[in-house]
């Protein structure tokens, strides 16, 4: 990433998770989305490495297309922190610093493609999918998260929740009450929807 010219803007949006708060860009920063669960796995980001190691509420880092959804101590206050997270986030990205490594970008476009792959997927997974990206993707990024399915098996639909969506106290009552019941509705051979890995 080059040096960017121009100021950089960044604003920041709440989610319905009180720890998790958006920090949306004027510009796309990845495709796609990463999920860093702790220090340990923001090793190949300098963006998100750089937010654990400057701020020690933080619990979870999540990049997507044009935004980073931090994660705190529920013993921190947003009104207090907030300004310092986004003064970091847009002096990393005015200073044309990395958001990714150039050999982790090659391994998580890799990794896409594997996803993106030639499957084979039965009419009402495709189904399932259709529902999941047209009408559940762009709420819950809205809120600072991301779903991807994960798998049908015996009506059971599994999805794995990321970002502000990750121990989020709503998730659950989304996911049962919103998530499930359009599924349900859509595609009838859905019995339940369950979160993996959360």
């Not at 559940?136 to 049908?152: C, L, M, N, R």
């Not at 499930?180 to 890995?197: D, F, Y």
């Amino acid at each position: 990433m080059e040096k960017r010219n121009a100021p950089v803007t960044v604003y920041t949006e709440s989610s319905p998770n009180p720890n998790s708060l958006k920090f949306v860009c004027e510009f796309a920063l990845i495709e796609g989305h990463i999920d860093f669960p702790d220090a340990q796995s923001a090793e190949n980001s300098p963006l998100a490495k750089g937010i654990f190691e400057h701020f020690d509420f933080c619990q979870r880092v999540f990049i997507a297309a044009n935004f980073v959804t931090v994660t705190k101590t529920s013993s921190e206050d947003w009104y207090e922190i907030a300004p310092k997270v986004k003064d970091y986030i847009k002096n990393h990205l005015e200073e044309g610093k990395a958001i990714l490594t150039d050999a982790f970008k090659k391994q998580v476009a890799e990794i896409q493609e594997e996803k993106t792959g030639p499957t084979e997927e039965t009419e009402t997974v495709a189904k399932i999918k259709v529902v999941l990206d047209d009408y559940v993707k762009p709420a819950v990024e809205q809120d600072g998260g991301a779903i991807t399915f994960h798998s049908f098996e015996n009506g059971i639909v599994k999805v794995l929740l990321q970002g502000s969506c990750s121990g989020c106290p709503s998730s659950t009552m989304t996911l049962k009450s919103g998530i499930e019941n359009l599924l349900k509705k859509m595609v009838p051979e859905v019995t339940e929807v369950v979160a993996e890995g959360v």
